[in-house]
């Protein structure tokens, strides 16, 4: 199974980017992915998911900016981001679960988002 995670860069505040993560080798519509991210010096955070069924999750401080979406043809997942912030700068990884399971099995290799003031 792999992950491959593309689409950041470097964005002015206020801007947006869109994420994409092509999975390969695993039978999609089984398993819920997800975007983390981590920050220089924080610990890594989940920022959202979404699930085999479509259910999604975000954490408060992306609602409303951020909009994770999937593509069952292209066995992809999207993290669209809006109304960018400096405090959004991280490496974001995708990841993903089968369904059911608390642990994830399979990590993308992260693409890095600096959001400039």
């Known amino acids: 199974v792999q992950l491959q995670a593309s689409g950041g860069g470097l964005v002015q505040a206020g801007g947006s980017l869109r994420l994409s993560c092509a999975a390969s080798?695993?039978?999609?519509?089984?398993?819920?992915m997800t975007w983390f991210r981590q920050a220089p010096g924080k610990e890594r955070e989940r920022v959202a998911t979404?699930?085999?069924?479509?259910?999604?999750y975000y954490t408060d401080s992306v609602k409303g900016r951020f909009t994770i979406s999937r593509d069952f043809a292209k066995n992809t997942v999207y993290l669209q981001m809006n109304s960018l912030k400096p405090e959004d700068t991280a490496v974001y990884y995708c990841a993903s679960r089968y369904a059911g399971y608390s642990e994830y099995a399979y990590w993308g290799q992260g693409t890095l988002v600096t959001v400039s003031s």
């Open positions: 979404i699930t085999w069924s479509a259910s999604t």
């Open positions: 080798g695993q039978t999609f519509s089984s398993y819920d």
